[in-house]
């Protein structure tokens, strides 16, 4: 018998749920440069497939090929979870495979963490499928992604408690609902029948769950209400302080809580002080300083000193916003200042939100454009967007075209759809197919490509008879369409797929690597004369090197496919490389087992 090494069982779990992985080919878009990441969208493709498209030139970033694709969050999250038949995997923003796909998983991102189940058991793993978190929670609505404050939501015999980054038990799993986001050190329980608590980030009970309602107001108070009648709930103290009058509260912000008494609405500050009599029929929240309230069936605003700046007057009125707010007079929609000051008269039958000094507005179902100023474009539009850098996009007869702030005319309304300018440059679709216009409506590039990308370092991705290829800014080819796949240029070389193949070309379409690999390129280092494609890393002419991951995917392989004296051996060289690698002594201890 072979001798290896006793490893933790903390790692026993680890392999069998790699082992479980398949291999599935991912094939790459070109790469975008995103500096507003939040401009990607899922879109699908037949109704069937999902992939990633970039919203403001229309280019394909994931070609559509999975079931399902995680939505694009907030900037800094690098990689996106997908599914396809019926498995769990994670891709980078490129659409290259991080984690191959496996029956096991199921993926919420954050710093990097993953989630899995083994054996209907939920943990949690890093991305270099290292236990963060044991897999022992029930999987039944499973456990909700960390949050920034550190803490996960799990179940445990029907009950729901919190965990640390640790996977330690930091409020005991004994509660119907638990929220995992805390307000002002607490969080809110519930237990049968939908009864109210709180608990702090300790697990010790700030308030025994028996309120009908509870809602933190700030300043270290809260109010709840048993059978209808409210409290002022001291969190330090834990006084509670019977507020006989209240019958019910609304939204808090900016320190207020709206509160009702009597069928009338005002407000409490975060010490449960009332800063507002109840008087009003309704009340809003505060936005910049000004509150709306509706009395006698008319709307006006107070500010936050309860000083009635605009007397109730107007059938409806909404918050402002840039100093401005709509307001509703005889059915009709227009703009006052912050002093009443009637800026733009009530003449629309529709009136959005000002934005940079513009705001959208509808007359007899056509769309026109209004500015602070009073300055006006006229509502004969099917739609009218609002300016971005001096143009607007507006719709005719089903077309879109542009008009500058004066209402010219600068690209007749003649395409299907006209995305963002980039670097003076829009792209526009018409009858399916793709070119770019400049700020003038100049045709740079005309519309006769099935799919075209945004310039980078000169060139532009283009496809056409379903191959890729590239052209110059004067719209013409640099590089010919013969690729199934591409990737922007960077430092003057560009990722291509080519029958099946994955190789690196240059601004010339010359191979600086032939198209040897199986897999797409993820990473190329020409200074260390290495290249790793899928999960392997290779030398420059496309032979697989001597290293550590490619001993350990080859050893996951093989005991998968249980030829367990190949695993052995594979992940003895894993270990040469590695002699401490708690995995790979498991791997050998695994394949062991099996040996003579």
């Known amino acids: ?49 999902n992939g990633y498209i970039l919203a403001s030139n229309g280019k394909w970033v994931i070609e559509p090929q999975y079931d399902f694709v995680q939505p694009i969050r907030e900037k800094g999250y690098r990689d996106n979870w997908i599914k396809i038949n019926g498995q769990y995997g994670y ?13 096991n998983a199921n993926f919420f991102e954050d710093d990097d963490i993953v989630r899995v189940n083994l054996k209907n058991k939920w943990g949690y793993i890093d991305k270099f499928n290292k236990v963060v978190v044991e897999p022992k929670f029930d999987a039944n609505e499973g456990m909700l992604l960390y949050l920034a404050e550190g803490l996960a939501k799990v179940k445990i015999n029907g009950k729901y408690g919190l965990i640390d980054r640790n996977g330690k038990i930091v409020v005991r799993a004994e509660y119907d609902h638990i929220q995992p ?42 109010l709840v209400s048993l059978h209808g009648k409210w409290s002022l709930f001291n969190h330090k103290t834990s006084q509670l302080v019977t507020m006989p009058k209240l019958s019910d509260i609304g939204q808090s912000r900016e320190g207020l809580t709206q509160v009702k008494v009597n069928n009338k609405w005002g407000f409490v500050d975060g010490t449960g002080k009332m800063v507002l009599e109840p008087q009003y029929d309704e009340v809003g929240s505060v936005f910049e300083g000004l509150t709306k309230v509706k009395l006698n069936g008319r709307w006006g605003f107070i500010d936050k000193t309860n000083k009635m700046v605009i007397t109730p007057q107007y059938e409806s009125v909404r918050d402002f ?4 707010a709509q307001i509703k007079v005889n059915g009709k929609w227009g703009l006052i200042d912050k002093t009443n000051n009637m800026v733009i008269p009530p003449k629309y039958d529709e009136f959005t939100t000002v934005f940079k000094g513009w705001a959208q507005v509808q007359v007899n179902g056509k769309w026109g454009l209004v500015e602070t100023t009073g300055r006006e474009i006229e509502s004969k539009y099917e739609f009218a967007g609002l300016f971005d850098n001096g143009l607007a996009d507006v719709k005719i007869n089903g077309k879109y075209g542009l008009i500058d702030e004066a209402g010219n005319t600068i690209v007749e309304p003649k395409y299907d759809w006209i995305f963002k300018f980039q670097n003076g440059l829009a792209m526009v679709r018409v009858n399916g197919k793709f070119g770019f216009i400049d700020k003038t409506g100049t045709e ?45 240029f960077n430092e003057g070389t560009a990722k291509v797929s080519l029958n099946g193949k994955y190789g ?22 020409p200074q260390q004369g290495i290249i790793r494609a899928g999960d392997y890393f290779y030398d420059l002419a496309g032979n697989k090197l001597d290293h550590y991951a490619n001993h350990m995917q080859d050893g996951y392989q093989a005991l998968q496919r249980k030829d367990y004296k190949a695993a052995f051996v594979l992940f003895q060289a894993a270990l040469r490389i590695n002699p401490n690698d708690q995995a790979a002594l498991y791997g050998c201890e695994q394949a062991a087992k099996f040996l003579d």
């Not at 891709?91 to 029956?103: A, F, H, K, Y």
């Open 1 to 49: 018998m072979k001798k290896y090494r006793q490893t933790p069982k903390i790692f026993h779990w680890l392999i069998l749920a790699i082992v479980v992985c398949f291999s599935t080919q991912v094939q790459a878009s070109p790469e975008a440069d995103y500096d507003n990441v939040t401009d990607l969208k899922v879109i699908l493709s037949g109704g069937e497939k």
């Open 91 to 103: 891709i980078d923003r490129t659409g290259n495979t991080v984690l191959e796909p496996t029956g």
């Open 181 to 222: 986001n805390f307000n002002e050190g607490l969080t809110i329980v519930t237990v049968t029948s939908s009864k109210y608590g709180f608990v702090d980030r300790t697990g010790n009970i700030v308030l025994q769950p028996q309120y009908d309602r509870a809602e933190v107001i700030g300043e270290g108070r809260s």
């Open 321 to 324: 916003n840039e100093g401005y």
């Open 444 to 488: 740079i590039v005309k519309a006769d490509y099935d799919m075209i990308g945004y310039f980078s370092e000169g060139l532009a991705p283009v496809k056409v008879n379903g191959k890729y290829g590239f052209m110059d800014n004067t719209g013409k080819f640099a590089v010919a369409a013969r690729y199934d796949r591409v990737e922007d």
């Open 504 to 525: 690196i070309i240059d601004k010339t379409g010359n191979w600086v690597i032939q198209p040897v690999f199986d897999k797409p390129i993820t990473g190329y280092f």
